[in-house]
């Protein structure tokens, strides 16, 4: 069952996930304002709740060789390791949009990344 914007935001605060932590003009906001970024960006209404927690994932979970930090001279693999990571985020995120994380022993964060590590162990 999807979860609603009230429970997103909620899963958010239980696991202290902000969007834009870094380099960013507005650092650290929660789901509400994030999902308020989406509708100012015309994303649909029927994709809000994926494109908000794009946001809310992508600084906060580690993928290893393919995170963001070590693009920073945008070298030949640049594109490469963002493709892995926006192809891992986008089954995290329907998963996490889905409730497949929610109301288990471990935190929704926690389960984001075990899927997170078990894709990355999939492509080594």
Not at 86 to 100: F, R
């Amino acid at each position: 069952m999807e979860l609603t914007h009230e429970q997103l935001a909620e899963s958010c605060t239980r696991n202290n996930l902000t969007a834009y932590i870094c380099g960013q003009d507005i650092c650290g906001q929660d789901y509400w304002a994030t999902l308020e970024d989406a509708k100012e960006n015309e994303v649909e209404p029927d994709q809000q709740k994926v494109w908000t927690m794009e946001q809310m994932l992508i600084e906060n979970l580690d993928f290893g060789k393919y995170n963001e930090s070590d693009d920073k001279d945008f070298d030949d693999w640049h594109s490469e390791r963002m493709e892995v990571r926006y192809d891992i985020l986008d089954k995290v995120v329907d998963s996490w949009v889905a409730g497949e994380f929610s109301g288990k022993e471990k935190t929704e964060l926690q389960l984001a990344q075990e899927l997170v590590d078990k894709e990355l162990a999939e492509l080594d």
